[in-house]
């Protein structure tokens, strides 16, 4: 299994930039889907983005597309999400996950993943 912990959240201005970090614990990181989501205040958790365990397909929230980039570094058990041009609305705490079974391709939906780390604030002020 896989724990996940994330750092690197922070407050930024509209239109600046954040990269987070999601170090995993476990010697089998690489074999498992990983992911990010959101949760603003009042609102549901979302998904953000998520990254296959080779790191060769990801997929991203059509409200972030074009705006932030997941990656991976299965050397370092670390995976990441550059956030550039950062709204206001892009406010909440970010939160990692890992897939529950290994190897998957296609990895979305938040009853996907298994393994939660206890999330990192991020706010963009005007």
């Known amino acids: 299994q896989v724990q996940p912990v994330e750092s690197g959240g922070g407050v930024v201005q509209t239109g600046g930039s954040l990269r987070l970090s999601c170090a995993a614990s476990?010697?089998?990181?690489?074999?498992?889907?990983m992911g990010w989501f959101r949760q603003a205040p009042g609102k549901e958790r979302e998904f953000v983005a998520s990254?296959?365990?080779?790191?060769?397909?990801?997929y991203y929230a059509e409200s972030v597309k074009g705006r932030f980039a997941i990656s991976r570094d299965n050397a370092k058990n670390t995976m990441y999400l550059q956030m550039n041009s950062l709204k206001p609305e892009d406010t909440a705490v970010y939160y990692c996950?890992?897939?529950?079974?290994?190897?998957?391709?296609?990895?979305?939906?938040?009853?996907?993943?298994?393994?939660w780390g206890q999330g990192t604030q991020v706010t963009v002020s005007l």
């Open positions: 996950a890992a897939d529950r079974q290994q190897w998957r391709q296609v990895v979305v939906a938040e009853s996907d993943f298994g393994s």
């Open positions: 476990g010697r089998t990181f690489s074999s498992y889907a």
């Open positions: 990254i296959n365990w080779s790191g060769g397909s990801t």
